[in-house]
């Protein structure tokens, strides 16, 4: 069994050794930051979508941002799109569970705005669609999937494919970079004295 653990850990480190050595994905990243902050600046906000364990790891950066990352400073707007169940689950029922994200990014997103996908497959069609109608109104999408990108890849402005097929690890490398993009984001607009 301590072989079995130690290769869990070994494939984790050489995704992430991968990663480390991607300079387009780290310019990418980069470019998000800049992305977020300039939304940021401009009154924006920036939400997220994901289901299962996407949709925790939405929850989860949403409240990097909204909260406080690494050190006290002002809130900023950020909200992952399933956390209001009533919403949800009645949307789901009276309409489909594919819209019950672009139904709210509709409602709150605007041009400027940035909505985060997250989809290890890449073809979550409530993401999908969601995209969709954020491209319509302007909103900056980025997407974090794995090795294909599948439907998202033709329908984000940033795309984070993770070079893998395996679904925990390709979610480890996405909250990873999550975490140092929320990290970056607090570092340029609020930068400590």
């Known amino acids: 069994m301590i072989d079995f653990i130690k290769s869990k850990i070994q494939t984790s480190i050489d995704l992430k050794t991968s990663l480390l050595s991607n300079t387009a994905l780290l310019s ?9 902050c300039s939304s940021y600046k401009q009154g ?4 997220w979508c994901g289901n299962g364990g996407s949709a925790a790891d939405c929850q989860h950066l949403a409240a990097e941002l909204s909260g406080r990352f690494y050190y006290d400073r ?14 949800t689950t009645a949307v789901a029922n009276d ?5 019950i994200y672009s139904r709210l990014v509709e409602a709150m ?18 993401v999908v669609k969601a995209f969709e109608k954020a491209n319509e109104l302007g909103v900056i999408t980025i997407g974090f999937t794995g090795e294909t990108g599948g439907k998202m890849k033709d329908l984000c402005k940033y795309l984070i494919n993770i070079p893998s097929k395996d679904t925990p690890r390709i979610q480890e490398c996405h909250m990873l970079l999550g975490h140092t ?6 570092m340029n ?3 400590k004295k």
Do not use: R
């Open 74 to 87: 002002p809130p900023l707007f950020s909200e992952a799109l399933h956390v209001n169940t009533s919403y």
């Open 44 to 47: 924006g906000k920036v939400l």
């Open 109 to 126: 997103g605007k041009k400027g705005d940035i909505l985060f996908g997250l989809s290890t497959s890449g073809n979550s069609a409530n």
């Open 95 to 99: 309409y489909s569970y594919d819209v």
């Open 28 to 36: 990418l990243i980069d470019a998000i930051v800049q992305d977020i």
């Open 189 to 191: 607009l609020f930068p």
């Open 181 to 186: 993009i929320c990290e970056m984001v607090e």
